[in-house]
Nanobody, 124 residues
Framework: QVQLVESGGGFVQAGDSLRLSCIAS????????MGWFRQAPGKEREFVAA????????TSADSVKGRFTISRDSAKSTAYLQMNNLSPEDTAVYYC?????????????????WGQGTLVTVSS
């Protein structure tokens, strides 16, 4: 049974940091590109960051460049999203996802498995 379980969300103040974790099970995590997406109320789900299977390539949305960092630990089957200098505009449900593409995928349709999401709320 495939599972992606996110954790680490919460309520923070603007300028604070959070680290999201995504623990994977039920598939060969090592070979999958991992991505983070987010969905704010009333908006479509949008790409945040992705990391390829060996961690050698990452990409992120312009809106989070320089503030968010994606990483992975294949020994723990876990992907992370370090989020620094958070702003109210970052408020959303954050989802992790897994893709079998060999490149860093930035579209939702490129991902096969999805987690249930974790809520991040940033207050001004």
């Amino acid at each position: 049974q495939v599972q992606l379980v996110e954790s680490g969300g919460g309520f923070v103040q603007a300028g604070d940091s959070l680290r999201l974790s995504c623990i994977a099970s039920g598939f060969s995590f090592t070979w999958y590109t991992m991505g983070w997406f987010r969905q704010a109320p009333g908006k479509e789900r949008e790409f945040v960051a992705a990391i390829n299977w060996n961690g050698g390539t990452t990409t992120s949305a312009d809106s989070v460049k320089g503030r968010f960092t994606i990483s992975r630990d294949s020994a723990k089957s876990t992907a992370y999203l370090q989020m620094n200098n958070l702003s109210p505009e970052d408020t959303a449900v954050y989802y992790c996802a897994a893709s079998l593409t060999t490149t860093v995928e930035t579209t939702t349709t490129g991902y096969t498995y999805w987690g249930q999401g974790t809520l991040v709320t940033v207050s001004s």
